[in-house]
T-cell receptor
């Protein structure tokens, strides 16, 4: 099992560009989430999904979109990148209370 | 609102015991989790308490008091590899996805 995979590992964007962060899991988990982590901070929930076709907003959803067409994949779209979105992004999946995190994507917006 | 408070940094020596406290105020509460994160790495799950009391997993134990909105992580027989950040997180919704994280405690273990 690969667990939770994320691509790319690193990305640099210019202000106003859009992009999609990819996340996939092979554990057949119902629940998937996206978090961002800023330096010296905890993780903040952006969006989450409780199953294919079902998504909802977390604490900091503005500027991000998600969709969940399959159990395995949960991409995160940045609509128009801003410097405030410079962060490390983690995807996670779970079947119950234990969340499994991917390795993260380090995003810089200039 | 949602807030979780943890000390920002704790230092200890190898072989010692350290306790990391967490107090929380959240609009919903279904359980308290603890995660470990090494520099540059992803968070990894350590423990979960839904009910009051102590849960033990090897060298790590976690405690919860729902009436006091308080929990702690106890690390025994500290090793150098335990140097990392430790986050408490409240499961704040009925689904298992609404985790609210604290800002983390950086543990430095010295020889």
């Amino acid at each position: 099992n690969a667990g939770v995979t994320q691509t790319p590992k690193f990305q640099v964007l210019k202000t106003g560009q859009s992009m999609t962060l990819q996340c996939a899991q092979d554990m057949n988990h119902e629940y998937m989430s996206w978090y961002r982590q800023d330096p010296g901070m905890g993780l903040r929930l952006i969006h989450y999904s409780v199953g294919a076709g079902i998504t909802d907003q977390g604490e900091v959803p503005n500027g991000y979109n998600v969709s969940r067409s399959t159990t395995e994949d949960f991409p995160l779209r940045l609509l128009s990148a801003a410097p405030s979105q410079t962060s490390v992004y983690f995807c996670a999946s779970s079947s119950r209370y234990e969340q499994y995190f991917g390795p993260g994507t380090r995003l810089t917006v200039t | 609102g949602q807030s979780l408070e943890q000390p920002s940094e704790v230092t200890a020596v190898e072989g010692a015991i350290v306790q990391i406290n967490c107090t929380y105020q959240t609009s919903g509460f279904y359980g308290l989790s603890w995660y470990q994160q090494h520099d540059g790495g992803a968070p990894t799950f350590l423990s979960y308490n839904a009910l009051d009391g102590l849960e033990e997993t090897g060298r790590f134990s976690s405690f919860l008091s729902r009436s006091d909105s308080y929990g702690y992580l106890l690390l025994q027989e500290l090793q150098m590899k335990d140097s990392a950040s430790y986050f408490c997180a409240v499961l704040a919704g009925t689904g298992f996805q609404k985790l609210v994280f604290g800002t983390g405690t950086r543990l430095l273990v010295s020889p």
